[in-house]
């Protein structure tokens, strides 16, 4: 059987790097802060070949910022989904024919990072 590789669906601010305002977020000069693990576990996902989806509430008229702003701190990604809001997020998926769950989620600590985190 095909094996075919993960996709991790990842949001932002406050997974990836720390939370903010998101008035404060959205300024040009605002430089985002990586959290503890959030570069390490892009590349081990990376060298595994997932695919990465990163997703946040910010605007859709930010994404030049937003962009600017992961480059800027070495976060890289395969797709970015904008305009999510900060409401709860759900995930539905079918199940594998043999009944196999196909779909996960994990919900850490606001700020804390993904060091402890495997996939």
């Known amino acids: 059987m095909e ?17 903010v305002d ?24 990376e060298k595994k070949g997932y695919r990465i989806i990163l997703l946040t509430g910010r605007k859709e008229s930010l994404r030049d ?21 900060g409401g709860p997020r759900y995930l539905i998926n079918d199940c594998k024919p043999n009944g196999e769950d196909s779909a996960y989620a994990i919900n850490i600590e606001r700020n804390k990072g993904l060091l402890d985190i495997d996939i």
């Open 3 to 19: 094996t075919r590789p993960a996709t991790i669906i990842c949001d932002i601010d406050g997974t990836l790097t720390w939370h």
């Open 22 to 45: 998101p008035h404060h977020a959205s300024l040009p000069s605002y430089q985002m802060e990586t959290l503890v693990g959030t570069i390490e576990k892009l590349l081990e996902w």
């Open 65 to 85: 910022v937003t962009i600017k702003q992961l480059s800027d701190v070495g976060i890289f990604y395969d797709q970015l989904i904008m305009g999510v809001g």
